[in-house]
């Protein structure tokens, strides 16, 4: 019998032995399989016997509708390498059996076009992106001047329909700073995947979307590269000092930082001067945008605020005409 019909009786007999491979069409024009461990990890592995097989390594087409052409033209490169290790045996099965390990053993594929991105946009010479494939995390190590971010993200098997995982390792901001980013990263995760409460009858029907890149743009152009060059509306002195050991983690210290609604950072004496501090008609206005600003320290209405000063005004002139009547 033909070498290549006993490989093809053979692929007939053992493919179904493969799990999450299914053979589709098996014939000397071509041998086709489609491989999938996750709706977003899937594709479809075509083989071509060139004129002199087994002695030439068997012609390898990927093909996905979910994974990346850059990572399937790279991949295919690997295989064809694979595949010269082969000459002379059967080839086919070996390779379908070396496809379906590299998408196990690599679950970061599903997110292969963001990681370029991330790498290619976001990153600075300082900053650091390292991949774990075998705990599927993606660790960012950021750096803007003496301050840094180190954060671990963690990419599920059903992404991107499920969202990524938002871990803070280490970070020398102000400690009250933790909590927030993780919050905000987790809620821009979430977003991408889950439809917003409120709806519209002109709402599109909602599609999740993958979440790697959007949480990673916050972490690194929002919070590390904006927090540490941020200005105090006020006083427009450097919000963090220079060196991070001089953070005040005390809220009444002067110094301690503040940050308000419209996402911008004051020096908490700045702020609650600017606060108590009359115009106060229609809410006090954040200097850098214009802003109403909103913060759980300050609440009280302008008319309480106004009144507040106003006492305290009238206070202060009595004190000073005691002072002058005594002098």
């Known amino acids: 019998m033909d070498p290549i019909q006993k490989e093809l009786e053979l692929i007939r007999a053992k493919a179904k032995d493969i ?12 041998v086709r399989f489609k491989i999938k461990k996750t709706t ?4 479809d592995a ?11 390594p068997i012609v390898i087409e990927l093909k996905s509708k979910v994974l990346a052409d850059r990572l399937l033209y790279g991949l295919s490169q690997i295989c064809e390498d694979e595949a010269k290790k082969l000459l002379g045996q059967r080839q086919i099965l070996p390779m379908v059996e070396f496809i379906n390990k590299f998408i196990a053993e690599n679950p970061l594929c599903v997110c292969s076009d963001e990681i370029s991105r991330i790498k290619r946009d ?9 991949l774990k494939q075998k705990t599927s995390q993606v660790i960012l190590k950021l750096k803007e001047g003496a301050y840094y971010l180190n954060a671990k993200l963690t990419i599920p098997d059903e992404y991107p329909e499920v969202q990524v ?9 102000p400690e009250t700073f933790r909590i927030h980013i993780v919050m905000q990263a987790v809620e821009i995760a979430r977003r991408c ?4 409460m409120k709806k519209t009858p002109k709402d599109a029907p909602f599609k999740p979307k993958p979440s790697l890149g959007p949480v990673c743009e916050y972490l690194v152009k929002e ?6 060059k941020e200005i105090c509306p006020c006083c427009r002195e450097p919000c963090l000092p220079e060196n991070p050991t001089n953070i005040s983690n005390e809220p009444s210290d002067s110094r301690f930082i503040e940050r308000v609604y419209c996402k911008h950072l004051f020096h908490h004496g700045c702020l609650d001067t600017y606060m108590k501090t009359p115009p106060f008609t229609g809410g006090k206005k954040c200097p850098a945008c214009g802003n109403r600003i909103y913060h759980e320290k300050w609440k009280i209405t302008p008319e309480l605020a106004e009144a507040r000063w106003a006492h305290k ?9 005691v002072v002058d009547f005594l002098e």
């Open 19 to 30: 799990n999450g491979v299914e053979l589709v069409a098996c014939v000397a024009a071509m």
């Open 40 to 43: 977003h990890k899937s594709l």
């Open 46 to 56: 075509c083989f071509l016997f060139p004129d002199n097989y087994p002695h030439e």
């Open 122 to 130: 976001l990153m600075t010479k300082d900053d650091e992106i390292k």
């Open 165 to 173: 995982g938002v871990e803070i390792k280490d970070q020398n901001l």
């Open 193 to 196: 995947v889950q439809p917003p």
């Open 223 to 228: 919070v590390i590269h904006t927090f540490p």
């Open 313 to 321: 005004e009238a206070r202060r002139r009595e004190l000073s005409e």
